[in-house]
């Protein structure tokens, strides 16, 4: 008789804490959520509200290429038009750290960035992402939903109708926390990516969001 995995888990838990290295969490087996439950500097909060209130569309996307982990990203070009607002260098560097924290945790030569303001919910059925694994932080606005494992039938998943209506089964992060998912292209969590959504932001309300993306 073959030996089980003893890191083999039926199910997924979720991690949340109060430091950057909670984060690291996300690497352990059981794993599919780490949360840095973060207070947004206020200067940095302060630009984000302040380029939300310009109401401009805005969205830009890059693919970062390092030459290893440890390399700093060169973001000094990322929303240049906003230049001119006051937190304009805290916010990209604040950017910079998340971006160069991801590559050194995971071990990333190849980062996909998308930074974008959103009037309405991009993805907004609960569903997994068939990526490895996901930053997602909101720094302006409503946060994204996620269900604790078990919450739905992931056979389900797509039908509105099978999913949770009590607001107390849903979480949600706040302004300014920072959030790892992994997605169903992680070795060993094929079956349990995080189930999650964009949320609807009420008439008139906004949110600025920055994602990364494990590309190699």
């Avoid at 199910?11 to 804490?17: F, L």
């Amino acid at each position: 008789m073959l030996a089980l995995n003893p890191s083999y888990r039926a199910t997924r838990v979720q991690h949340q804490g109060a430091t950057p290295q909670d984060l690291a969490r996300i690497l352990e087996d059981d794993a599919n959520l780490a949360v840095w439950q973060r207070q947004l500097p206020l200067h940095i909060a302060d630009f984000a509200d302040l380029l939300l209130s310009l109401e401009v569309p805005y969205a830009e996307a890059l693919c970062l290429e390092l030459p290893d982990e440890e390399a700093e990203p060169d973001l000094s070009g990322l929303a240049g038009e906003f230049r001119d607002l006051a937190g304009h260098e805290a916010f990209v560097a604040d950017l910079k750290w998340l971006t160069g924290a991801f590559a050194c945790l995971l071990g990333a030569t190849r980062i996909g960035l998308r930074l974008r303001v959103l009037d309405k919910a991009m993805c907004p059925r609960f569903h997994v992402d068939h990526v490895p694994v996901r930053l997602i932080t909101t720094y302006a606005g409503i946060g994204s939903e996620w269900l604790s494992e078990g919450s739905m039938d992931r056979r389900l998943l797509g039908n509105p109708d099978a999913e949770p209506a009590e607001p107390s089964r849903i979480q949600r992060l706040n302004a300014g926390e920072v959030a790892l998912l992994k997605g169903e292209k992680w070795h060993g969590n094929e079956g349990f990516g995080l189930i999650h959504r964009s949320p609807q932001p009420a008439p008139g309300q906004r949110r600025l969001m920055l994602t990364l993306d494990w590309l190699g």
